[in-house]
């Protein structure tokens, strides 16, 4: 998420009152999770496990709860809750602003739109050309759509990312501060649920296609012309490259990477990186000639028992 204007080391420092290491004036464009951190971003790291990770990231400035020695050419705010003090930034460079009408005054809406009944666009929202968006579609503030879209009843883009810190008394929410963009040639089914990023931009490729009931997970990356098949769950921050096909009821993990043209069939669960070109099937899922195999197998232990018994 980058500010509308570039602030200081000493703005930002004194908006958390947080204390800083650095110059006074050293510059600070925004402000990003670890995997899309940018130069010029401020990052948070709040346990020692990822101190070094943060510390050695692309970020200029580490937001971080203790004293370390600041890496050559960034800077540090030290603060008592990282976690805390990156909401502050969130709420305070993209605060929430109450719509007052089905249709903001801010949105853009492209030649031959259609905006069926009972449709909500919030504020700043881009819609191109020769789309069609359904009844009882809601599109939060800054989503932006392209040409030759179509997005069927019900579906919800823009919603708050699923992100909490356990604390001792309660889930503590991490504020969304990022967005949605979906590419030109796009169809979303009914009823699917797409999260905007925490900083960054959840995206859905040219193409792509989505059966009814998809969720797909804050800053997730969907390729160009997948196939995404109903009750899908796509957790955030994952990668789906092009050309890819997820069956019904396939459930993705956060943090993953499913490589081009790769295949999952229903009810898989994945739970790490997946190659490309490769057919995946099973809980966990693997390599669908693999999985058979092991199935073959598993079939035959009780005849393998019956033929113990009777020796």
Known sequence: ??????????????????????????????????HVVEEGDIVFVDHPKYYDKALESKASVVLINKKVDCPEGKALLISEDPFTDF??????????????????????IGENTILQPNVFLGNDVKIGNNCIIHSNVSIYDGVEIGDNVQIHAGTILGADAFYYKNRPTHHDKLFSGGSVKIENNVEIGALCTIDKGVSGITIIGEGTKLDNQVQIGHDTIIGK????ASQTGI?????????VTIWGQVGIASGLKIGSKAIIFAQSGISKDLKPNTT?????????????RELAYINRIPDIIQKLKNL
């Open 1 to 34: 998420m980058k500010f509308p204007h570039s602030q200081s080391l000493k703005q930002i420092a004194e908006l958390i009152k947080a204390d800083f290491v650095g110059e006074p004036d050293f510059k600070i464009l925004g402000i990003n999770e670890i």
């Open 87 to 108: 909401n502050k930034l969130t709420a305070h460079f993209s605060p929430f602003k109450a719509s007052s009408q089905a249709v903001s005054n801010s949105a853009k």
């Open 225 to 228: 012309k997948c196939l995404i």
């Open 235 to 243: 957790a955030g921050c994952v990668i789906v490259e092009d050309e």
């Open 280 to 292: 995946y099937f099973g809980t966990p899922a693997d390599d669908i000639k693999k999985k058979y």
